[in-house]
């Protein structure tokens, strides 16, 4: 006989088990006015602590925002009371042990508060005509919660006819996890989705210089011959393009990787051959580093050298492979990464730099590409040599990729030594120098024979003179002119207000003039330098033959 007391507990813990298996729910309902999008209701459902007492996150700071909790309004809770949390962006859940909590929330658009933004907005977007939301920014969840753990998504009470597109309606082996809610990217309303086949969609709004269509072919295009280079079948994969508001003369292109999405944002003016770039590294993101090994759970940015620069040597590989860039391409691309480390200002910066500086500084957040690309590229070209030209790089990532499936609990990282062991190379002693202590990355001059040599000239560094970030950060008034400067010379100095100024990768070279636009003392002014540094370096590229033989440079890059 089994004691009643007894009986009562075994249930009550049944019950708790049974409860703890319910996955966590996100539940997204557009609020209409007058047939216009005017804000979106979220609903979270999950598994309170099982001491009655659960913290709740709200989003917070992410991709270089801040306070995105700003954006959520009327927090209350369905099988707990809401209290006020540690800080603003936390809140105190007192509920039964155990108990399924529902949370809801209002979310809107906070460009009228803070208005708008050239380039990337990470922001919730929600206009009368669409809506953009990342998941990073819109999904409250429990302090603590598993990212593995199952989960469920709804989209509810949308206007009939509405538009609509979600790397959450994926289906996928084992179903949506919780960092698949956090990771995901929505949008809707003024969009058109195509379907460019085999699982890849592009939703897109607004006009661009090509065509809806020839968007859907160039994505087929570079879909088809990645999943051919990792023996990969049709899988569902979404890429957004969504345009940003800028002055007429600016050129901005960025974007977010969400796993099995990619979301874009890029002024209208924006060459389609730079964004076919970002899409080949963003969509060979589907395998590095997540099915090679994926980074590691804690300072993820310690492993952006394999994770971003290895992506970029992958899509270039993949790129002149399936025909959709000439040697000629190639070279343009890799020789913008080449010389930008040369002259960059951070290129011996050790690792750990890239942690602690990743969101705000833009020179450290590219280093991780542009050192990886040319680690990548160095360590290609010793397994040919090791291997006797029977095997390369490509052959190292497949092996990552086989032994990632076998063992799940081994970062990127860990994995990428040991296969190099097997094929000949010992990258021991570089990962420490060229990685962790930042060393430069050094090329053999024919490491791309017989397409050409890598050749270096002397030239002074590009330099600023101001400190740009500290200036964004110090609303635009003039911070960090470093006197004695070429810009410190033309009359810049700190304390003067910042209107005007415009500056991509290809305007940093040291003998092309830039100009800012300030206001010094009330009286508006155009100071013009050359952004010449003192430092003399040298800076490399790759020089194609001329006479070359095209078709075994074809085949040299992309490793065929």
């Not at 913290?55 to 099988?79: H, I, N």
């Not at 160039?218 to 990969?232: E, K, L, N, P, S």
């Not at 890029?266 to 080949?280: G, I, M, Q, S």
Request: proline share 6%; aromatic share 8%; charged share 25%.
């Amino acid at each position: 006989m089994i004691p009643v007391r007894w009986f009562a507990a075994a249930f009550a813990s049944l019950a708790l088990m049974a409860a703890a298996a319910a996955p966590t729910t996100l539940t997204v309902r557009p609020v209409m006015a007058e047939g216009r999008f005017a804000a979106m209701d979220v609903a979270v459902s999950f598994q309170g602590d099982a001491d009655g007492d659960t913290t709740l996150k709200l989003p917070d700071a992410w991709g270089g925002e801040t306070a995105l909790w700003r954006a959520l309004s009327d927090v209350r809770a369905e099988g707990a009371a809401v209290e006020a949390g540690a800080g603003p962006a936390l809140r105190r859940l007192r509920h039964p042990p155990g108990a399924r909590i529902t949370v809801r929330y209002r979310v809107r658009d906070l460009t009228g508060e803070r208005g708008d933004k050239a380039g990337a907005d990470y922001r919730p977007l929600i206009r009368p005509g669409h809506f953009q939301l990342l998941g990073n920014a819109v999904v409250a969840l429990p302090e603590g919660a598993r990212m593995r753990d199952p989960a469920r998504f709804r989209m509810e009470g949308a206007p009939a006819g509405m538009t609509f597109a979600s790397d959450l309606e994926h289906a996928r082996p084992g179903g949506l996890t919780v960092a698949d809610l956090v990771e995901s990217i929505l949008v809707g309303g003024d969009y058109r989705v195509l379907d460019a086949g085999g699982g890849l969609r592009v939703a897109i709004r607004g006009a661009w210089p090509r065509d809806d269509a020839g968007w859907r072919a160039q994505i087929a295009r570079i879909g088809a011959v990645q999943r051919d280079y990792w023996g990969a079948g049709p899988e569902p994969f979404l890429v957004t393009l969504s345009p940003v508001s800028a002055p007429p003369e600016t050129l901005s292109i960025g974007g977010t990787g969400r796993g099995d999405a990619f979301a874009v944002f890029a002024t209208a003016n924006a060459p389609p051959a730079r964004l076919d770039r970002l899409l080949a590294h963003e969509m060979m993101h589907t395998w590095i580093s997540a099915r090679v090994g994926g980074l590691d759970d804690a300072d993820e940015q310690l492993g952006y050298w394999l994770s971003e620069g290895f992506t970029d040597w992958a899509a270039f590989r993949t790129s002149v492979r399936g025909a959709l860039w000439t040697p000629e391409q190639f070279a343009e691309a890799f020789n913008e990464s080449l010389t930008a480390y040369d002259r960059s200002t951070v290129r011996t910066a050790p690792n750990a730099r890239i942690l602690a500086e990743f969101w705000s500084s833009e020179e450290v957040q590219r280093l991780p590409y542009r050192r990886g690309l040319l680690l990548a590229t160095l360590w290609d070209a010793q397994v040919r040599a090791a291997s006797g030209g029977r095997h390369d790089l490509d052959d190292v990532l497949l092996a990552m990729q086989r032994a990632a499936a076998r063992r799940g609990d081994v970062s990127a990282r860990q994995i990428f030594p040991v296969v190099m062991r097997r094929f000949g190379v010992d990258v021991g002693v570089a990962l420490t120098t060229l990685v962790g202590e930042g060393a430069p990355v050094d090329l053999p001059a024919a490491v791309f024979a017989p397409c050409g040599m890598i050749e270096a000239r002397v030239e002074r560094i590009w330099e600023r003179g101001f400190d740009f970030e500290a200036t964004r950060r110090a609303d635009w008034v003039i911070a960090g002119v470093r006197e004695g400067s070429s810009a410190w010379r033309a009359g810049l100095r700190n304390g003067m207000r910042l209107r005007q100024w415009s500056e991509t990768a290809g305007d940093r070279v040291p003998d092309r003039p830039m100009t800012a636009g300030v206001t010094d003392g009330g009286v508006a002014r155009a100071i013009t330098w050359l952004p010449a540094g003192e430092e003399a370096r040298a800076v490399r590229r790759l020089v194609l033959d001329p006479a070359m033989d095209r078709a075994a440079c074809v085949r040299r890059l992309s490793g065929l």
